[in-house]
């Protein structure tokens, strides 16, 4: 089964961020990984979105700690 690809806007909209946030995340080290399809093609996992998400899920902001 192929992966379901979204653009970075179709991520972005999935995290309540900004596009533009994403394509610094890539240029400082993408905490995100993205699949570059192109030259200037950038797309991302569905999955990849989803356990991203699933990795900053916190119960309590005392025990929160950076991801690096």
């Known amino acids: 089964m ?3 690809l979204l653009t970075t806007k179709q991520a ?3 995290l309540g961020v900004s596009a ?4 610094h995340d890539r ?3 993408a905490k ?13 996992r569905h999955q990849d979105v989803d ?5 900053r899920i916190h119960l ?3 025990s929160y700690q950076t991801h690096k």
């Open 32 to 44: 995100l990984p993205f699949v570059r399809v192109g030259a200037r093609s950038i797309r991302y």
């Open 12 to 14: 972005a909209d999935i």
């Open 51 to 55: 356990s991203f998400v699933q990795s």
């Open 2 to 4: 192929t992966p379901q």
């Open 20 to 23: 533009s946030f994403l394509e």
């Open 60 to 62: 309590s902001t005392s």
């Open 27 to 29: 240029i400082n080290g």
